[in-house]
């Protein structure tokens, strides 16, 4: 699996799964993240990554061609680590995955719940991309909606309209 993590906000854009993954392939996910964040690529000053060889001159140049810098530090990133750990713990740990389709279908549902809904002690409890709510007018009327994600492994609350 090939995730990227905006540092500032802590929001998980996963790129891609393959049981083979080859300098090639990492290069074309980073081609795919700069696609999907369109004009927000535009504000990115650097990429941290490892010493892995898949990381290769291709790889650097897609990030490269748009002014961004490339860190290489000699082991993994704290931070992606730590949202390792937590997608295994909360998610892939709990599951028995049939295969790379399924994977992918269930670190894409996770990825949402991640960046929309779970609070990160380091923003405050507030999710990555958190959603617009307006302060309900009355508490004694507030009234939850549960949501389950994940075939119920993980339960959603969010204000009732």
């Excluded at 905006?6 to 998980?12: C, K």
């Excluded at 892995?52 to 530090?73: M, P, Q, Y």
């Amino acid at each position: 699996m090939l995730f990227f993590i905006e540092h500032a906000t802590r929001a998980v854009h996963v790129m891609g799964v393959t049981t083979h993954p080859s300098g090639a392939w990492v290069a074309q996910q980073a081609r795919n993240l700069l696609i999907e964040l369109g004009q927000r690529s535009e504000t990115l000053r650097f990429v941290v990554r490892d010493r892995d060889a898949k990381f290769t001159a291709t790889f650097d140049e897609v990030f490269a061609s748009l002014g961004i810098r490339i860190i290489k530090t000699p082991r993994a990133n704290a931070i992606a680590e730590h949202w390792i750990g937590t997608a295994r713990c909360e998610c892939t740990d709990r599951l028995l995955i049939y295969g790379e389709t399924h994977l992918r279908q269930v670190l894409a549902e996770y990825q949402r719940h991640y960046n929309s809904h779970r609070p990160h002690r380091s923003r405050d409890r507030r999710p990555p991309l958190p959603a617009v709510v307006s302060a309900p007018d009355d508490l004694d009327q507030l009234r939850l909606e549960r949501r389950e994600v994940l075939d119920g492994l993980i339960n959603q609350y969010q204000q009732a309209a």
